[in-house]
């Protein structure tokens, strides 16, 4: 029996031997207790790449921005932001100099509680904690390819900038984290919108950063924006860190890179029939525009023609309205494809990256949304108590005992890599 995390809960499948590839899983190491966490925290803060540690960065009086994930992102906050208020403490740097800027790109806001969920209650009490959608953004500069870097004031005005936040893979930026944390993180509509349009070019793609556009643009912004320290993490499917990295916003980043790389991406020698994903449950399938990442990545492991069964709760629904307008205003995956290429929005091309799926296997969502909006969106709907029977009617369609299925628990983060 194969268990599938949905929202916050779990379901059950069952796949006969005889069509199972076999399940795609991490290459983890064995899960840290929280003290191994914690140390591993401070070992990176301690030995940072590429720059002296914060504690020595850091001087009394400066004002600190730390850039921290919005609540659709795994990245355990709570965890995360002790150690370097630890760090900046130990530098002279005061409480009430410190700002907890949560990198929103375009996303709702958040409520009180939900940051002091983010951030943990005793961080909460001791820090200023808000949105970068609150106040205004200013220019900082233009990329070489054109992107207009505005970003949110308070980043201008302080003294040091650090970015925090765990790596995954990205479905056309390559990777998250590292300066991710500012773009699209603290950064306006059209700033993001000119950096994300670089999708469509050729380079972007899951796993990728040398040569791929967006990446190189999002990174091009520490010319403008100084970044003066990150702290980035991988975690294992629970969610607890596996490893941790920091110092300089390139260096440490691409440390990190390497290290995913070593834990979720996961050689395949065949496409399958079918395809079973699970984003991961609760926050990666928190809306269907968070969700859509784990689609995108099992798509990679599907044959032509072939079948993926869409295993996310998402109920917060479309999670963006102009995804969800693009949607509806829509005649076929076809037509989404081709719109988001003649004009760019934001929201309108993940709708359009579900349409590029669709164009190579069906699609069936299991899912808490209504029927018709799955249906909107040219998949098959299917509650989530139906996912063994929905399976058994796939198996059938495509070839009974021939029909071969890869199992993907957590494809919000794996990438299978196809191997020529």
């Not at 002279?92 to 990198?103: H, K, P, Q």
């Not at 001791?126 to 990329?143: A, I, K, Q």
């Not at 700033?191 to 050729?202: D, E, G, V, Y």
Request: net charge negative.
């Amino acid at each position: 029996m194969i268990e599938l995390k949905f929202g916050r809960d779990a379901l059950r499948l069952e796949v006969p031997e005889e069509n199972l590839l076999g399940v795609i899983t991490g290459n983890f190491p064995e899960t840290p207790t929280e003290g191994e966490e914690r140390e591993k925290l401070c070992r990176a803060l301690r030995q940072p790449l590429g720059t002296p540690p914060l504690r020595e960065l850091a001087r009394p009086g400066e004002r600190v921005v730390i850039m921290a994930s919005d609540i659709t992102r795994p990245s355990p906050s709570y965890k995360l932001l002790p150690p370097v208020l630890d760090e900046l403490s130990a530098a002279g740097v005061r409480d009430e100099d410190v700002t907890v800027l949560f990198g929103m790109g375009i996303h709702r806001a958040h409520t009180a509680a939900e940051h002091e969920r983010l951030v943990g209650e005793a961080v909460y009490r001791r820090v200023r904690c808000m949105d970068s959608t609150e106040g205004e953004y200013v220019l900082v500069g233009t990329s070489s390819r054109g992107t207009p870097y505005y970003v949110n004031k308070i980043l201008t005005e302080c003294d040091r900038v650090i970015c925090t936040g765990n790596i995954d893979y990205h479905y056309f930026v390559g990777y998250s984290g590292g300066a991710k944390a500012v773009l699209p993180g603290a950064a306006n509509y059209e700033t993001i919108r000119a950096n994300h349009s670089m999708n469509l070019l050729p380079g972007a793609g899951t796993g990728r950063l040398s040569g791929n556009p967006v990446r190189e643009d999002i990174d091009e912004i520490g010319k403008f924006l100084k970044i003066d320290f990150i702290l980035n993490v991988v975690l294992d499917e629970q969610k607890r860190i596996l490893a941790a990295f920091a110092g300089d916003y390139l260096a440490a980043h691409r440390a990190g890179c390497a290290y995913l790389d070593t834990v979720y991406a996961h050689p395949i020698h065949e496409l399958a029939d079918i395809v079973v994903v699970s984003c991961g449950g609760y926050p990666k399938d928190i809306n269907l525009y968070q969700a859509q990442k784990a689609l995108d990545n099992g798509a990679y492991a599907v044959k032509e023609g072939g079948a993926i069964l869409w295993v996310g709760a998402c109920g917060e629904g479309y999670g963006e309205a102009t995804f969800e307008k693009w949607v509806r205003e829509s005649t076929s995956p076809k037509d989404l494809t081709e719109r988001i290429r003649r004009e760019f929005v934001l929201g309108g091309h993940k709708a359009a990256a579900i349409a590029r799926v669709l164009q190579k296997a069906d699609v069936y969502m299991i899912t808490d949304l209504e029927a018709g909006a799955v249906e909107r969106l040219y998949m098959k709907h299917r509650p989530p108590e139906a996912l063994q029977e929905t399976l058994n009617g796939v198996i059938a369609e495509k070839g009974g005992s021939r029909a071969k299925v890869w199992v993907i628990p957590q494809a919000g983060s794996l990438f299978p890599k196809l191997q020529s």
